[in-house]
């Protein structure tokens, strides 16, 4: 298989809360994640739920070793149902600042 991905990717557990960009409710009542592989592009996550692909979300991003969440905005690439009847969807970033993504891989020795 022929790799395209451009980014490093890294094993990173964070807290994903995300919501819909285009309606204007609160984080929770979207949906609320975990992520498990982290890159400059985008991220995949845990979910409970189904997720559409295509859709463009508004995420906040918990770093336990930042102070402040990360925003961003991203969309659905890919979404699959689990043996274990849980989620799993791909997300690529469509927009988030360099020194926002840094704070994506901060060690968690660092404040």
Known sequence: MIER???LRLQLNHKILFRDSSKETPYHSEGIGSSF???RGGLRVNLNSPITVGKKLDLTIMNNSKDEPVS???QVVWSRLNE???YTAGMKFMKIGWTESDKLF?????A
């Open 5 to 7: 991905r451009k980014h």
């Open 37 to 39: 592989d982290v890159s």
């Open 72 to 74: 961003a905005l991203a």
């Open 84 to 86: 274990d009847s849980s």
């Open 106 to 110: 901060a060690p968690a020795n660092q």
